[in-house]
């Protein structure tokens, strides 16, 4: 799959965005066209668009982002407009660029290779920085959770959205250290999970903390009820003929697209000789790819954030758009401590 000549377009080579030909051949952007980038980052994909000759309405709510893509907006001369805001709120944002509907929304689900690359936003942990994770600046900060949330709450965070099977001693061992100071680094958090779960045996292993920084950004930054929002924005303004691209990168986001597609793609409820079969409303979508579409060994050789993504791909119909978004039934997990003692 190649991508256009992107002239002044061309990718950043600092920057590789996941899947980029997978992208642009699914979104099949072309001149005249409006597309929607619901997850601008350092815009790779929007530069691919661009260079197909289309316009885009570009979304990110990290201002750092946004200030970034100032000198790519003016090369693209009225062609870009940039939008400091949630893509969850995409439908807002088309509509205050002057428009009811696009020719295509794309999503890339979780932080840019910018944000993780930045010691001070505490995103990851190759890098010593202040424990924040906000991909905003408002609200409160990961370094806030594990100060003040009680126990039960952070193991159920760590479970839900890091899926950690050892949130229960995680939690314990937080509480317990920051008794005696509270966390403020990167690396402090880091150590911790270390301590509890041992270092990494093999190269290929996971670092122990990997999953707990994971549910604390997730956490954090609300971003599976806003992937959740998004997809029902993107069917209420997505033109009849529209495509909606969406890479995720854990199973918690892909589990919430393909529940989401699934259901908007379904012609009929399914009968049993018991049951007849039950009317649905007519499908809002139709599958473009068929299953999730995985990044070629070529990809994840020279890009390792690359090997867990997958792509789903739809085109909107001309059906009215359906009922509002059920988050409980796309599988949107709810982070309330149950009763009972954490997981051990």
């Not at 750092?64 to 439908?91: S, Y």
């Amino acid at each position: 799959m190649g991508l256009p000549d992107a002239g002044p377009f061309a990718p950043d080579p600092r920057h590789r965005p996941v899947m980029l030909a997978e992208v642009i051949a699914h979104l099949a952007p072309r001149p005249g066209e409006v597309h929607l980038d619901g997850t601008f980052g350092a815009g790779g994909y929007t530069r691919a668009i661009l260079g197909a000759g289309a316009s885009v309405i570009a979304v990110d709510r990290d201002p750092t982002a946004i200030r970034a893509g100032q000198a790519l907006a003016e090369a693209a001369e009225g062609r870009l407009t940039l939008v400091e805001g949630r893509f969850g709120d995409l439908d807002a944002h088309v509509r205050a660029a002057g428009r009811e509907t696009v020719d295509g929304v794309v999503l890339d689900i979780g932080v840019s290779s910018m944000q993780f690359d930045e010691a001070e936003r505490g995103f990851s942990f190759r890098f010593d920085g202040p424990l924040d994770m906000r991909m905003g600046g408002d609200g409160p900060s990961a370094a806030d959770i594990v100060n003040t949330a009680e126990e039960i709450e952070i193991a159920r965070i760590l479970w839900v959205y890091g899926e950690e099977r050892k949130s229960g001693p995680i939690a314990r061992a937080i509480v317990r250290r920051r008794a005696e100071r509270p966390f403020e680094r990167t690396r402090e958090l880091a150590d911790l999970c270390e301590a509890v779960l041992g270092r990494a045996k093999k190269p290929h292993e996971i670092h122990p903390a990997t999953r707990t920084f994971q549910a604390l950004r997730i956490h954090v930054n609300g971003e599976l009820d806003e992937l959740a929002r998004a997809l029902g924005a993107a069917e209420a303004v997505l033109a009849e003929g529209g495509r909606l691209v969406v890479v995720s990168f854990h199973s918690l986001e892909d589990r919430i697209v393909k529940r989401f597609l699934a259901d908007r793609s379904r012609e009929r409820a399914g009968g049993s000789r018991h049951a007849p079969e039950t009317a649905v409303p007519d499908p809002t979508f139709v599958m473009i790819a068929k299953g999730a579409v995985e990044p070629g060994e070529a990809e994840t050789a020279v890009n390792p954030r690359a090997r867990s993504a997958k792509l789903r791909a739809a085109r909107r119909t001309g059906a009215p758009v359906r009922r509002a978004i059920d988050a409980e039934a796309l599988g949107v997990p709810d982070p309330a401590p149950r009763r009972g003692r954490a997981r051990a």
